[in-house]
């Protein structure tokens, strides 16, 4: 039997988080984008009220819930400010790697010093030449006695002057090209990293997004993730597990820029009524209602089927690519209801419509979700 509701348990994560954006986050949404200040004090705060690494199983220090609780989660911190949830969900995706493939030890340690202190983490796989093709990758380890020694440059790592350890993507045996790559998990504090400027994005710039050099950074065996020339398998499986959170936070910014386009639509009058009865506004937000809850079906999809252990490329691959084509749509829309008002820094659907472009490019582009869902249908 279907059913579309919610446990008790996730009303009150879905409660305690809807409050959280309202009280900590959309208050000082605006000072963050305009400052580009990483919300430190933000990020703390929802540690403490176990709202960060949920999906850390409980032996670890987390709460060991599922990808559709992270997705509840995630959709109520978006709809405040899609840059500082990036920066508290970087996470999800730097410790999805240990929690698939690495061992007892690993576990114990790098999510053990996620859950025990309010520390961050970070996923180091695109480089300058190498975004969607990640086989394109060219930072190498090299096997030295009982160490590897890793050389190369990483680009656009969220949270990469904050966190604490990083997992490294990088090629063991060239030859094999991405059947070649291992996973490492990296301490930030080790000798030879050089973390670059901050850079000044289009959106999200609560986010801190930088490049990191590795040279001839020694790591030892023990932090290698998995068997050499595992890395890329490790690497993807990461996304099928924060490709549904991604896309909730696209629904969240959706259903953020409808709410601001309706509420300006009753209030705005133009020629001796609200905008709203107009019917070329009222269809615009009609359009933005429907598309928003089949987006929040599809993540719903996508998590759950995660959830019950079962593979979801295509779903999470399906959500990915709807919900960010959904929130580049809405919040566009969001600027067009406002008219003039919604193309100035005034009003908040500017900052929405900036934010939510990345969605249709970081964590696999909109046409790399395409190009999964293709092979997905006629090669499996």
């Known amino acids: 039997m279907i059913d579309f509701s919610l446990s008790d348990e996730q009303k009150q994560l879905q409660d305690l988080a809807r409050k959280f954006a309202k009280e900590e986050i959309i208050p000082k949404a605006a000072h963050h984008d305009s400052s580009g200040e990483y919300p430190h004090a933000i990020v703390k705060k929802a540690w403490e009220l176990g709202l960060m690494n949920t999906h850390v199983p409980q032996e670890y220090g987390g709460l060991g819930l599922g990808v559709l609780d992270s997705c509840i989660i995630t959709e109520e911190f978006a709809y405040g400010c899609t840059g500082i949830t990036t920066a508290m969900e970087a996470n999800g995706l730097a410790s999805a790697p240990v929690i698939v493939a690495g061992n007892e030890e690993q576990k114990k340690q790098f999510l053990g010093q996620l859950t025990s202190e309010p520390r961050l983490a970070a996923y180091c796989v695109t480089e300058p030449g190498a975004g969607s093709d990640v086989a394109a990758i060219r930072t190498q380890a090299k096997k030295v006695g009982g160490d590897y020694v890793i050389n190369g440059a990483k680009m656009w790592i969220t949270n990469a002057s904050v966190a604490s350890w990083y997992f490294v993507l990088a090629l063991t045996d060239p030859a094999k090209k991405h059947k070649g790559m291992t996973g490492f998990v990296v301490p930030a504090d080790t000798k030879g990293i050089t973390v670059g400027k901050k ?14 050099i590795f040279e001839n950074v020694c790591v030892p065996e023990k932090y290698r993730i998995g068997n050499e020339g595992d890395g890329f398998k490790i690497a993807m499986s990461a996304f099928d597990h924060t490709r549904p959170t991604v896309s909730a936070g696209a629904v969240g910014l959706s259903r953020r820029a409808m709410d601001e386009a309706v509420q300006y639509a009753m209030t705005r009058q133009a020629f001796g009524q609200p905008i709203a ?4 506004i009222s269809f615009m937000i009609a359009d933005m209602a429907k598309d928003i809850e089949a987006a929040r079906l599809l993540v719903y999809q996508a998590a759950w089927v995660i959830d019950q252990g079962r593979r979801n490329t295509k779903f999470a691959a399906f959500a990915k690519a709807f919900c960010a084509d959904v929130a580049m749509k809405t919040s566009t829309d969001a600027v067009q209801v406002f008219g003039g008002y919604g193309y100035s820094q005034e009003y908040p ?15 696999g582009t909109s ?14």
Request: aromatic share 10%; no cysteine.
């Open 199 to 212: 850079e000044w994005n289009l959106g999200q710039r609560a986010s801190d997004t930088r490049g990191i």
């Open 277 to 280: 009865g107009f019917q070329a």
């Open 349 to 363: 659907v500017e900052k929405l419509m900036r934010d939510a472009k990345i969605y249709q490019i970081y964590e």
């Open 367 to 380: 046409q790399i979700q395409r190009l999964i869902i293709a092979k997905e249908i006629f090669e499996r």
